[in-house]
């Protein structure tokens, strides 16, 4: 996930309460980030999308949305098919093998008083159970395999990879192409026209950025760069937000984990199935477990989400698995009120963006994640897994009051790559906003932003499955086909 050819390896300035810098890569690949992530499929709860439809934007309520969600996908297995999709390219899988850990962290919910849910993506988003995943065969279910290699095919689709957007391209107010780069810095320039519409799907960081060097932002931000003003937006790079996580470790006895069978010589059985199809710890996702929880009894609806791994990292870094058996929980809020912003710093295409996500900034998100974290080292120390327990290493025993539980967040806490929100989606009277409901850019014509930066709140779950379904909605208002019929759900 941190290579140079294969992402785009941004690095967040420190801020006020995180002061260190973090790394936040993004998908630089065909597929984006859906090429490079968990592959965990989750779309949240309803709360969320009818939240987005009641701050101004009609159309993008849960009922609105799920005719979409299902329409994407192909989900292989058990499910309600008044919430779940059989037909569309999306594969979507339950586990096929998962550690018998998983089973003694789930029943263990049980003496927390958090329930099990069969399928979180159907009626019942809160409690715990095993994660869907976008994985087939053992392999990845990218945008990119799923979507685009069939539609290679139509003679109207041309990928140009190596290529940069530099420039969207404007006479007046109306956007004409897009300028680009082929072949880095130094590379041949080229330009493409649009019949029609210049639709813009380079994410969270790159969506604000590229529009901001363009000339369509806020007007000080510009002036500072000396790119001439298209059209001023405030909005644009505004309300970035992120999951911040911290990662709960603690080192096992009397039982083997993933640290062991991917060791040699146990990862060259591992390989073999993989290989032959059959599960294997080479066909998982990152994590095998999850838990929508409240944090706390005054929490009115799942305000933390955890998930569990029977494997750990050497200092937190993935890839580096410890010496011994371990267990590891990645815990986060599920809706931070901190927000932060994306900002060019020069008009060069090529020089990554000032990114300041503010991680914790909100005393609100500070009171949430302790009492999160604490709630997650109880869920490490049930009598079901007590008998495996040898200790905590991560925070440690020495990691107690309030204050160190906080500095422990502050020291180690990382990105779940999660950042949306800086193109907002919302009415044009809302100075943040930056589209509108039919994802066209306020004040601008033939433009649009079909992409996790319009998301108005972020979800309270990973953005994976979101994201596929904005694109889904974003075709048909591209097309401007009539929308689907709203899902018969109260």
Not at 319 to 325: F, N, Y
Not at 327 to 334: E, K, N, R
Not at 442 to 460: C, F, K, N, Q, T
Request: with cysteine; aromatic share 8%; net charge positive.
């Amino acid at each position: 996930v941190h290579s140079r050819r294969l992402t785009w390896n941004f690095i967040t300035e420190p801020g006020r309460v995180v002061q260190r810098s973090i790394r936040l890569p993004q998908g630089r690949v065909l597929g984006g980030s859906s090429s490079i992530n968990g592959m965990s499929f989750v779309r949240g709860p309803r709360e969320d999308y009818d939240a987005w439809a009641a701050a101004g934007n009609p159309g993008w309520s849960y009922a609105e949305v799920l005719p979409y969600f299902r329409r994407l996908e192909q989900k292989i297995g058990v499910g309600d098919d008044l919430y779940r999709g059989r037909e569309g390219e999306l594969r979507v899988t339950d586990l096929d093998w998962h550690h018998p850990l998983c089973d003694a962290f789930l029943a263990g919910m049980d003496e927390l008083g958090i329930p099990r849910t069969s399928d979180y993506n159907g009626e019942q988003y809160e409690g715990a159970g095993f994660f869907q995943r976008t994985i087939h065969g053992g392999r990845r279910q990218s945008s990119a395999v799923s979507f685009l290699r069939p539609a290679r095919r139509r003679p109207q689709v041309d990928v140009r990879t190596r290529a940069q957007a530099s420039r969207v391209l404007f006479e007046g107010r109306r956007a004409v192409g897009v300028r680009y780069v082929r072949g880095g810095p130094n590379g041949r320039v080229e330009t493409v026209r649009a019949r029609r519409e210049v639709i813009l799907a380079a994410g969270s960081i790159n969506s604000p950025k590229l529009l901001q060097i363009s000339g369509v932002g806020p007007r000080p931000l510009l002036e500072t760069l000396g790119v001439p003003v298209v059209h001023e937006l405030p909005g644009v790079g505004q309300n970035l937000q992120d999951h911040y996580r911290v990662r709960l470790v603690s080192k096992l006895r009397y039982v083997r984990t993933i640290n062991e069978l991917v060791k040699f010589p146990g990862v060259i059985a591992q390989g073999w199935r993989w290989l032959r199809g059959k599960p294997s710890v080479l066909g998982l996702s990152a994590s095998m477990a999850h838990v929508f929880a409240r944090s706390s009894a005054e929490a009115v609806r799942p305000d933390m989400e955890y998930v569990f791994a029977p494997a750990s990292f050497r200092g937190g870094i993935v890839g580096l698995i410890d010496g011994w058996p371990g267990m590891t929980i990645g815990a986060w809020q599920s809706r931070p009120l901190s927000t932060g912003h994306v900002h060019a710093i020069s008009d060069d295409p090529f020089e990554a963006p000032c990114i300041q996500p503010n991680y914790l900034n909100d005393e609100r998100d500070q009171r949430v994640l302790i009492n999160g974290i604490r709630l997650g080292r109880r869920m490490l120390e049930t009598s079901y897994l007590r008998p495996f327990l040898d200790s905590e290493q991560v925070p440690g025993p020495d990691c107690r009051s309030d204050d160190e539980v906080l500095d422990f967040a502050r020291r180690t806490g990382e990105t779940v790559y999660h950042v949306v929100g800086s193109c907002r989606m919302g009415p044009a009277d809302r100075p943040d906003s930056v589209v509108d409901a039919s994802l066209r850019v306020h004040g601008l014509e033939g433009l649009r932003v079909v992409d996790a930066s319009i998301m108005p709140s972020l979800p309270s779950v990973n953005t994976n499955a979101p994201s596929f379904m904005i694109a889904e909605k974003g075709a048909d208002l591209i097309l401007g086909t009539s929308p689907l019929p709203p899902a018969p759900v109260s």
